[in-house]
């Protein structure tokens, strides 16, 4: 057997690959489903007549947030609507309370910490580490964080500022948070603080490309939650038009609303309304963004259950892997520690996976076993290939294999 994966190895190192699967990213033909948004006509002016050629409006045109709170399904006054990302907009959130949170700023705190599911976005942990905030791991477990490790946590320190999480289609492993483990989750933390923050990027909320469980709208649990003023809830539209290009939104209320519009009046000035016009001519109102979901999950889909089949061929000593309904990212999860081999490997074959251990704080992964695999861009038959290699790469390793 070991031979036969000797031989493997080989043959596949001798077709010099050159396979990228690192990033979540739409393949072109996502990217194609709103080609007809770079040629849509819109008028120069906004519904309630603001010109959307010039300054202001920094918290978004009306009609942008109206969809926004649609598909949130806040009130439109907790809305903000911004540009490109909700990445762009969770980071704008930590600055707001790293320089004016009430009553220390963050940057004032001797040592603010943040509650960070894992495996979890290695950019969250980026942005905190931008802020000397510390990023602690907690575990993920099937319906949402580890209710008992984020208690004990806060039992035994103090300095704890907020938790960040992606709370649908959980990246990367696809977990989907339920009512019960958010309400839980928020009880916990608002006990423990009325000014702990609970982030929520919410990239994923309309990603479905399966049957998925159904969740409430987050807003209506923060609010029977009364966390409403200690929430904030951002997504986009960045894998749903285009990268960069999309437009985002924010929920939140009192305090919080505040501090993101105080950091937006200076930074941003104005969005482009524009853009926000562009797309809300585009799609009209939430039920024409879900429609046109359903394209991208028929494109989406195919590529999953290739990778699944391939999976699935992987002996149950080697691993497991996730099988998210939604979202962009399977995790494979090795029984020994050989994350890191496994990716190395796969480099020497001619795949780039995302780095082991970069989906935990630091780039540690305490057990060497997590890796995530994004099967959306890469073409059909550049993903068999790719998923060909990871499996002979998981063998090799797993087997320990010498070459």
């Known amino acids: 057997m070991h031979q036969e994966i000797i031989t493997k190895f080989n043959l596949l190192k001798e077709k010099q690959l050159s396979i ?106 980026m942005m905190l580490q931008d802020f000397g905030i510390e990023a602690v791991p907690i575990p993920m477990v099937e319906d949402g964080i580890d209710l008992g490790a984020f208690e004990s946590l806060l039992e ?21 948070y339920s ?19 609970f982030l929520f990027d919410h990239a994923y909320l309309i990603h479905d490309f399966l049957p998925t469980p159904e969740q409430k709208p987050l807003w209506e649990t923060v609010v029977n939650s009364n966390v409403q003023d200690q929430t904030v809830i951002t997504t986009s539209f960045s894998k749903v038009t285009f990268g960069g290009g999309g437009i985002s939104f924010l929920a939140t209320s009192g305090h919080s609303l505040e ?26 109102d939430a039920e024409g963004v879900k429609s046109h979901m359903l394209k991208h999950a028929e494109l989406v889909r195919p590529k999953f259950e290739i990778a699944y089949s391939y999976l699935e061929t992987l002996d149950e000593d080697c691993g497991s892997f996730s099988r998210p309904t939604g979202g962009y990212f399977i995790t494979y999860s090795t029984a020994k520690p ?28 305490p ?37």
């Open 156 to 176: 035994q320190d103090d300095e704890f500022v907020g938790i960040l999480c992606v709370p649908k289609h959980s990246n990367p492993s696809g977990e989907i």
């Open 20 to 125: 990228d699967i690192t990033r979540g990213k739409p393949d072109k033909d996502q990217l194609d489903l709103s080609n007809d948004l770079l040629d849509i006509s819109i008028p120069t002016s906004s519904d309630d007549g603001i010109d959307l050629r010039n300054y202001g409006e920094p918290f978004g045109i009306t009609e942008a947030r109206k969809l926004g709170s649609e598909l949130l399904d806040a009130p439109l006054e907790n809305i903000l609507a911004g540009e490109q990302s909700s990445l762009l907009l969770t980071y704008q959130t930590v600055l707001s309370n790293f320089l004016f949170a009430e009553p220390t700023p963050w940057k004032s705190l001797k040592n603010p910490k943040f509650v960070c599911p894992v495996p979890g976005f290695d950019r969250h942990f």
């Open 367 to 403: 057990k060497d076993s997590v890796i995530r695999i994004a099967p959306t861009y890469v073409s059909k038959e550049e993903l068999k290939m790719a998923m060909e290699v990871f499996v002979t790469a998981v063998e090799l390793a797993n087997y320990d294999v010498g070459l």
């Open 179 to 197: 009512d019960e483990n958010l309400q839980k989750m928020f009880s916990i933390g608002s006990n423990f603080s009325d000014k702990f923050l």
């Open 338 to 365: 050989i994350a890191t081999k496994v990716v190395e490997l796969c480099k020497e074959m001619g795949v780039l996976i995302t780095p082991a251990g970069s989906t935990f704080p630091n780039n540690y992964d």
């Open 259 to 284: 501090l993101i519009k105080r950091v937006r009046t200076t930074m941003i000035i104005c969005p482009d309304k524009l853009n926000q016009k562009r797309h809300v001519e585009f799609f009209k």
